[in-house]
């Protein structure tokens, strides 16, 4: 509902450049790595995120009708896996990266001797600095509006945002009990879900219209739990 009211008065509002941001669930379980743009809307969603992926999937079409209709310009970028300062810390409710770094914070704080992490721990993951989001967002909306369309689809008007990188959930504890300083034990708990094996986005169109990411992962990761440690109640 929010982004079509958006999308709506931006068009009745005569806005100039919209930028839409959806995210890399929009692709199929199971879709071909890395995910092109083109592999949208070729198969089933991963059921546990399907709601959130149709709402971002409509936003596309939405952008790419008005585009189509009314000459608008209207562009969408779906950027993968986010982390960095200001992002949700809670045990509950976090994505991977906020609630490992609480949960193994925690854990070294209080000596425990080891730190449950969810599912298997052998799911590749990408993972893009909120930073690097901030510049390729500017850099989208700055591209000349011919450029942009002759380099995506007419359907489909999105542009795909990544590092080019992945991990698997099992290093990537291991770097942040690293970053961290925890001594303790590692714990993968089988019972939870893994979600999609595999989530690396193809991120050829983007370079080869100039954007390239720059913070490297550990560098990026060291920065956050900085950043968090120093904005602890």
């Not at 991990?167 to 770097?175: A, E, F, N, V």
Request: aromatic content about 10%.
């Amino acid at each position: 509902m929010i982004e079509c009211n958006l999308i709506h008065e931006s068009f009745k509002n005569n806005v100039k450049k919209l930028l839409f941001l959806g995210s890399s669930c929009i692709y199929p379980l199971n879709s071909p790595q890395p995910m092109k743009e083109s592999h949208l809307l070729s198969g089933k969603l991963e059921p546990s995120n399907a709601a959130y992926a149709i709402a971002k999937i409509a936003g596309i079409n939405l952008c790419s009708s008005y585009n189509k209709q009314y000459d608008t310009d209207f562009r969408s970028i779906m950027p993968t896996n986010l982390y960095g300062p200001f992002d949700n810390f809670d045990f509950e409710n976090s994505h991977v990266i906020p609630g490992l770094i609480a949960k193994i914070h925690r854990a070294k704080i209080n000596n425990e001797e080891k730190v449950t992490v969810w599912g298997t721990g052998k799911p590749l993951r990408e993972f893009l600095h909120v930073d690097d989001l901030a510049e390729a967002s500017i850099f989208a909306l700055e591209l000349d509006k011919s450029v942009y369309k002759e380099n995506v689809s007419e359907n489909f008007s999105h542009i795909n945002i990544g590092s080019g990188k992945e991990i698997s959930i099992s290093d990537l504890s291991k770097l942040l009990c690293k970053i961290i300083g925890y001594k303790g034990t590692l714990e993968f708990d089988y019972s939870k879900p893994d979600g999609n094996p595999r989530k690396l986005l193809d991120n050829t169109i983007i370079k080869n219209l100039g954007w390239n990411s720059r913070i490297e992962l550990e560098e990026g990761l060291k920065q956050t739990y900085d950043w968090f440690v120093s904005n602890q109640d």
